[in-house]
């Protein structure tokens, strides 16, 4: 079974200039996250779909960034225009609604710069 | 306030020796759950164990324990024979009551010596 997918793996930005990132959940999983890591932290939540609705998105910061899970498979995330402190990891994680446990898979991530 | 909470920055093991990651927790539900999560350098979240509030059991999977102390509020994780591939973040992470989202902590880096 193919895990989570995103891409890309790296990119370098200049600031002020718009950037998005693809996630690909596993096949079947109606849940889909984005996480923010900043470097030595631990994840945090940007956003959560449910299919294609959008459950919670209370710390997605809306002036800048933009989320879509058209037809509630693939995901993408964007952020418009990119600043300093945008610099971190994207993580993509998806779950299957009927989890018994519940544990999120996650993707490799996408490591942003912005210079 | 913090939900979760990992005091130790990083850990040094020599292979084949246990090693013990500190996780306390912050929650007022009564219903919740504790992961552990490793984090290598490739980036990937790699689900590890899971611990829920009403398990009476501490959790095992393979060589990973789950120190469970429910009245301290506490979910240690123990590796136990470690291995140079066990070099990585760990992280502890909680969901709370019916929510899907999971909180994390800081993270704890080890690093196993040969």
């Known amino acids: 079974e193919a895990g989570v997918v995103q891409s890309p793996r790296y990119k370098i930005i200049e600031k002020k200039q718009p950037v998005a990132f693809w996630c690909n959940p596993i096949s079947g999983h109606n849940t889909l996250y984005w996480y923010l890591q900043n470097l030595g932290q631990g994840p945090e939540l940007l956003i959560r779909?449910?299919?294609?609705?959008?459950?919670?998105d209370s710390q997605l910061p809306k002036d800048r960034f933009s989320a879509e899970r058209l037809k509630g498979v693939d995901s993408t995330l964007k952020i418009q225009p990119a600043e300093l402190g945008d610099s971190a990891v994207y993580l993509c994680?998806?779950?299957?609604?009927?989890?018994?446990?519940?544990?999120?898979?996650f993707g490799e991530g996408s490591r942003l710069t912005v210079l | 306030a913090q939900k979760i909470t990992q005091t130790q920055p990083g850990m040094f093991v020599q292979e084949k020796e246990a090693v013990t990651l500190d996780c306390t927790y912050d929650t007022s539900d009564q219903s919740y759950g504790l992961f552990w999560y490793k984090q290598p350098s490739s980036g990937e979240m790699i689900f590890l164990i899971y611990?829920?509030?009403?398990?009476?059991q501490n959790a095992t999977e393979g060589r990973y324990s789950l120190n469970f102390q429910k009245a301290r509020k506490s979910a240690n994780l123990v590796i136990s024979a470690s291995q140079l591939g066990d070099s990585a973040m760990y992280f502890c992470a909680m969901r709370e009551g019916h929510d899907y989202k999971l909180s994390f902590g800081a993270g704890t880096t080890v690093t196993v010596r040969a």
């Open positions: 611990q829920g509030s009403y398990d009476e």
């Open positions: 779909y449910e299919n294609e609705e959008a459950v919670d």
């Open positions: 994680a998806s779950s299957p609604r009927q989890g018994v446990v519940g544990e999120l898979f």
